[in-house]
């Protein structure tokens, strides 16, 4: 059973940081992409980050320079770190991954979500 557990959530005051973490289990996903989204109250899920197989990444523009996404292959494992935090970030951040090579594309797995609240 393919299983998708993020970790790292929590409160922190604006201008903090976080690193939240993703590990992977029931299959490896070395070869996919692998990425973060959020979700806000009453607002859409939207993409945050997303990396290929080969360390490729994709950035929304509001996260672009203070947040960075990672991977470790062997540990099965995705890492969003994330700097400078915003009130405007506080979200359930999901972890998810897709077989294939689109960074933008619909993803085939996700987590359940950890919760990020930012305070001003």
């Known amino acids: 059973q393919v299983q998708l557990v993020e970790s790292g959530g929590g409160l922190v005051q604006a201008g903090g940081s976080l690193r939240l973490s993703c590990a992977a289990s029931?299959?490896?996903?070395?070869?996919?992409?692998m990425g973060w989204f959020r979700q806000a109250p009453g607002k859409d899920r939207e993409r945050v980050a997303a990396?290929?197989?080969?360390?490729?990444?994709y950035y929304r523009d509001s996260v672009k320079g203070r947040f960075t996404i990672s991977r470790d292959k062997d540990k099965n494992t995705v890492y969003l770190q994330m700097n400078s935090l915003k009130p405007e970030d506080t979200a359930v951040y999901l972890c998810?991954?897709?077989?294939?090579?689109?960074?933008?594309?619909?993803?085939?797995?996700w987590g359940r979500g950890t919760l990020v609240t930012v305070s001003s």
């Open positions: 990396i290929g197989a080969s360390s490729n990444t």
């Open positions: 998810a991954a897709a077989d294939g090579w689109n960074l933008y594309g619909a993803m085939d797995y």
């Open positions: 029931g299959r490896s996903f070395s070869s996919s992409i």
